[in-house]
């Protein structure tokens, strides 16, 4: 298991703004082997496996959450998901291909790559209901659409920095929190110093040096409390018995004609590339069952 995938959290003393900051390197590779993206789509994904890792550090309970984008532009969707203990996972469907690369610039905005596209966040809790919130594409980036997403939506003043590329994703985030019960006055001083502080922050520094390093850089004068880090790592949910599932409810004829048409069905996952193969018995034994 890779030790450089991991999510820090730490909290400014004496004020009630905290912060975290995610390293993802080998996690992001994984999720990166399942598909060739040209270059500016493999950097969005690394920032969006590295966004969803930062927002779910706020999840109190088991389950996930999902940030994930659709449009009718060269990129149709966008999708990173994160767990409650920390296994992520993402992908991306775009109309470009890998040879597009030299002509697609790396600054790519994401409204234009998403054309009339939608963003939101969803958190799905293992019990209960799950909640969702439209993120508003009035920025450029993806650090800025989530900031205004916490602005408008939520009321909390955050800062985001994400960075990407490599097979590499990092993410800084600044955050006042929620249920804040200390000096006004003094809680503005200190946002405003750690956000001017995080922002002479360079995108290289953020995704090549370690994370005890940045902080040290940044807030060396006033060091924040650190909790224990969390490993973070390459988690995925599909499994064999999914897919079946996924073949019965084609139902009998469907199943009948896959037999005869194919003898086989081959079934890739979109997030890790993984083959789960259904031979011509497991095929007649599912159409049987869906039958019955």
Not at 25 to 42: C, F, G, H, K, N
Not at 158 to 173: D, E, I, Q, S, V
Not at 208 to 223: G, I, K, N, Q, W
Not at 246 to 253: F, R
Request: charged share 20%; net charge negative; with cysteine.
């Amino acid at each position: 298991m890779s030790t450089t995938d991991l999510r820090q959290r730490f909290l400014f003393p004496d004020s009630d703004i905290r912060g975290e900051i995610v390293r993802l390197d080998t996690s992001v590779a994984q999720a990166l082997q399942a598909r060739s993206y040209p270059l500016v789509i493999e950097a969005l994904l690394g920032e969006a496996m590295a966004a969803a890792t930062l927002l779910s550090g706020t999840l109190k309970f088991e389950g996930r959450l999902s940030l994930q984008a659709q449009g009718q532009g060269d990129l149709t969707l966008l999708l990173a998901e994160c767990t409650h203990d920390s296994q992520i996972r993402g992908l991306a469907r775009t109309r470009l291909t890998a040879g597009d690369s030299e002509q697609q610039p790396m600054t790519a905005q994401l409204p234009a790559l998403l054309g009339d596209g939608i963003m939101a966040i969803t958190i799905v809790p293992e019990r209960g209901n799950q909640y969702q919130g439209l993120v508003p594409m009035e920025s450029d980036t993806l650090a800025g659409c989530l900031e205004g997403y916490f602005s408008q939506s939520e009321q909390l003043p955050t800062r985001l920095w994400l960075a990407a590329g490599n097979g590499h994703a990092a993410g800084l985030l600044i955050q006042v929190l929620p249920e804040h019960a200390g000096s006004a006055e003094h809680n503005a001083r200190v946002w405003e110093t750690v956000t001017a502080l995080a922002g002479t922050l360079t995108m290289e520094e953020l995704l090549t040096l370690p994370v005890e390093t940045v902080l040290h850089r940044l807030f060396h004068e006033a060091p924040p409390i650190l909790s224990p880090a969390d490993t973070v790592r390459f988690g995925c949910t599909c499994s064999r018995e999914k897919v079946r599932g996924t073949l019965l409810s084609l139902g009998s004829e469907e199943l009948q004609a896959l037999l005869s048409e194919q003898g086989e069905a081959r079934v890739t996952c979109d997030f890790c590339g993984s083959e789960e193969l259904f031979d011509a018995v497991d095929l007649a034994e599912l159409a049987h069952q869906s039958a019955s």
